[in-house]
């Protein structure tokens, strides 16, 4: 069986789906989370059946790319079920998309989520109703508790084998607007040559909403004669309203389904709690700002304090060992580098990268679920604006700060290819937590934590101007921001866990094994002196960049994984102690140029994919010569001040 | 007729048209705003940012840009 998940943004798709199949997507308070579908096997009362999670879309009628990719999978795949996931508070906007999807014409649960935010806020609900007003099974859930959620899918598997609203749909347009799409129905009855592969009334429905793709689709196959009928109806449709016709039956849907909502609703007076005037501070014109700057601040020094205390001691701890290393084998042989450099590579692991890593991806999970990342968003609108990128390009660029492979493919929620784009780019510029860790593990270790926090605001500094730069050169004037801003939600411990682990799975699985045998690796090339002619190659590098030619070879590793430059740049000093062998200016310069400079492959994968292989090129040129100056300026500057 | 820029916070409004461009106003109607919603305006923008206006129980930020090409009436 084949189970399709399908709701609007932050309705708990994701939620639930992680209830049922283990966590394998990505949850968050942050509309537009998932723009990849997560597909698992689960096993359900013995059946085994393919679960899909869709990104959430508002509507069937695409105004992005996500919802145009969910309405083709939805078309073209053959689902037997979708369970159609909706807010329950919202559920006056929800019932839009589930009518859209009955018109599919496959079987449908609706699961009633957020049942407890529903409750807060004083709604309760009369579900038999509401279910037979529908016609299909409607459940209520709270995800986040895994209330609920068992007998959505119990009768999941009810729904696929009575097939039941398919010949019932008893939702109807008002009669006016029936007639014109049964008269465009009856049209589409008639036309034999049509290849479009959905059911007839739905899409006499998109044709009447001049949905663009499906109007080429059959120009394409040639009907002109139902194009012309279409036309002429959605004219009639413009008089009786005042909205245009790709709008007007989205607006009669939402009269249907506030209609609905007021039937089944009961509203008594919502509980007072916490977010009480919580944005009155926190999206303040002027406290917003100071917020966010402190919030992130704090972010910064506390990650930093809690990675140093756990890393001094372990370090302390590794250099012991590797002493008694020496001393038992002897500090010459080949067994003595690979005994080393093993422990380099466990070490680096355990001591150096984990100890940021842990703490940050936390604070990132906990101020995503939290939902304050949209806030971030309200907050830098304008100066999104006077880069000349659409408000919304800040999400992917936020999302860079925890990994630049999701913040990637987040772009996809922007309208235009351009800013697409453009926001790519800034947002494989933005440090990923990784490139954070070298930060934290090098720059605020070794040189205080300030200097670190230099490096991120210059970071900044350059996205802005970079995107300034991009934006001028592709002239285009950037629709205006329109935003849910979701509800502030306290995240269970469970999810943080979780969470955590799904983003750390990558990094002790494939990361620290590559951390391991890349050091001893280099650790071998070394001993037969094979590093010389690839630190000779990128001589002149560093030779501009006035580093010593041994962090060459490092700079390759980082390509393959940005945590690896720090582990291996320890490795090829043959030290821990980086300052008694760089100066803090080369340090500086060194990290610098390791934040700016080509993405990490994975990053480059999914350029790729995303952008073409053209654009990727010029991405990883850009960088390469940013990052480039940027050292070489950092140099400059080192050499005057110190 | 004033522009939703013009409006007050903490007012309830209705929208009486929108002129915005189509992708704009697909946006909106998706998250249910149309003609004749009722709307109240809850946050107006620092440094010419996005307003919010809450609506329907959900809190939407809408960029000064589209807030201009929404014309709106106070309700009482």
Known sequence: MKIAMVGQPNSGKSTIFNAVAGYKSISSNFPGTTVRYAESTVRLNGLVSDLVDFPGCYSLSPSNEVSLEVRDQLIATGFDVIIDVVDASKLGRGLPLTMELMELNIPMVLCLNMMDDARQKGMSFDINSLANMLGIPVLPTIASRDIGVKRVFAQVQDASNHNNHVTKSRLRYPEDVEEMIGDLTQAVNDERTLTVSVPPRFLAIKLLEDDKYFVQNIQQSNSGALIKKARQLQHTLGVSGREPPETALAMERNSLATGICHKVTTIGSPRKDWREGLDDLLMHRAWGYIFMLLILAGMFYGVFAIGVTIETPLLEGFTRIEGYLGDTMGNKGILFVLAKNALYGISGGVAIVLPYLVPFLVVLTILEDIGYLPRVAYLLDSLMHRVGLHGCAIVPILLGYGCSVPAVMATRILPTQRDRTIAAVLATLVPCSARSVVLYGLVAYFLGASAALFIYILNIIVVVLTGKMLSSLMPEVSPGMIMEVPRYQLPTVQTILHKLWFRLREFVVIAWPLLILGSIVLGIVEFLNWDAPVNGMLSPLTMVLGLPAAVGITLIFGVLRKELVLVMLIQALGTQDVLSVLTPGQVMVFAVFVTFYVPCVATIAILRNELGARATTVVVGITLLLATGLALLTRLACAILW | ?76
């Open chain 2, 1 to 76: 007729v004033k522009t939703l820029l013009d409006c007050q916070e903490r007012v309830d409004l209705k929208i009486v048209l929108i002129t915005g461009g189509r992708g704009s106003r697909l946006r909106l109607s998706q998250l249910g705003l149309g003609i004749d919603s009722t709307i109240r305006l809850i946050r107006n923008a620092p440094f010419s940012g996005p307003l919010v206006i809450s609506f329907d129980g959900t809190e939407i930020a809408i960029g000064k840009g589209i807030a201009a090409k929404i014309r709106v009436e106070e309700l009482r």
